[in-house]
């Protein structure tokens, strides 16, 4: 960031010390020997000068190099020149003028008092001459000149003029004040977004909005009172809630008037929209992103136009490695939020380097490429076909200890049972997806197969027990049915490979409970 300068304007002159600047001439002159950056010329020579090309036509330079001379002492005979050469003694050293120079500034002479030069403010300031200003000249004092590195701090330029073209965008005047900094305490700015007049702020650790040609005036009892101001950027008024974005900026979309991000410091997603800050995370979800969001490296956020879901990918080596993982791949966790139902609906596959919208249309970037999404295959990312899968939390009656009879479900064909298992560690069999039989035979094997039955447009089954024996037990496993517990987890899964161009949709799973008899 740049520092603020005290800056003096004066309409005067300029004294300043400059080279003198002499006519130099092609000249020669005897020479003593010597194989250095140095040639002793055996008498003064007051002609020659710096930047003149020397060459030795006595007994020439080897390889025939350019050499310039660097400086002249001021006895005049001292030269110093720019790689050192051999020469013989007496040899008669060439002095000529570089192409295009017809002057040569000299050194500096400390007791030449015509170095002295005044410069004006003006092209011709001669007595009774006709001036024409082109401006002051600032004089900037800064004691402690270094550059700065300030975090927590905004500075604006000049401004692009579309209607006259004139760009200024490079210019940053430091005779104004062009600076407002936030508060240190809350980390660096993160993340800047312009909405209407105002610019949101993201500091790792706190949000704030920065008026914008305006300022705030508040009253004794606190109450703030808006009005315009010549001040670019106004005071910066913090949100309540001790919430910030981290160093993450890349998870931030916005929609609306609503800007969506992830705290990771405080394992939280964040919604910011205009009754306040909102912590979207804790819609079911707050365990699951209190674990994820510590491990993350990288959390990609964007806004899905198509489907009006904010998408979050959390990526880490760590990251899902869970045994209770409800979903199968790890290293990242790619969600959605759907502000329709305010929950988090879903998980996907696709693990994205950076995703955007346009036209109403979904992208990601994976491996460098563009892909769009919502066209091809189902379930098809980056060349890849994952299955689908659905679990869900099977409670009715959560103080009573239930036997799960059958499982049946609402839905398209091709659904299965990948597993299900009980608060008491019962689990069943897998279930195979229903097989439209068009002979006979083939329906007397369905009959006693572990397969769905469709009955009046619903898929149901038997849950057949898969448990080990315990203590006391005389009958268990395949020779029982049900499982027993308070609550069951199910998996019902979709083979797209199947399935690539149909879509299967699943509406519901239910269960059939009787009380336990324990």
Known sequence: MAATLEVNYFSTFWLKKINS???????????????STVITLKVANINVGAGQVVTNPTTPFPGAPVVTVLSVASNNQTITIDSAQPVVNNDVITFTGRAGNAYIPQDFTAVDA????????????GYNNTTVDYGVKAYIVEDTFKQQHRISSLIYSGIFNSRTGVNNTN??????DITRSADPANGSIQKLYAEDTNLIIFQENKVSRALIDKDAIYSAEGNASIT???QVI?????????????????????YGYRKYFTDKKRGAVLRLSRDGMTEISSYGMHDFFRDELSSATKIIGGWNMYTKDYILSVQGPTVGALPTDPVTYTGYKTLSFDEGVLGWTSFSSYKPNQILSLNNLFYTFNSGKLYQHYLGNYAQFYGATYNSDVTIILNSEPSVVKNFKTINYEGAIGWELESMTASSSDQTLPIGKFVFQDNLASLENQIWSNTFKRKEDKYFANLINNSPATSGEILYGADMSGIKGFWSTVKMKLDNLVYPTTKKE??????ETVESSY
Do not use: M
Not at 21 to 35: K, M, R, W, Y
Not at 117 to 122: D, L, Q, S, V
Not at 171 to 176: A, G, I, N
């Open 171 to 176: 210019q940053f005047s430091v005779s104004k």
């Open 21 to 35: 600047i002499v006519e130099v001439e092609d000249t020669t002159g005897a020479a003593d020997a010597s194989v």
């Open 506 to 511: 699943l509406f519901s799973v239910s269960t």
């Open 228 to 230: 315009s101001s010549l």
């Open 114 to 125: 015509d170095d002295w030069y005044i410069e004006e403010a003006r092209i011709r300031g």
């Open 234 to 254: 106004g005071q910066i008024v913090a949100y309540a809630g001790e919430y910030g974005i981290s160093t993450d900026p890349e998870s931030f979309a916005v």
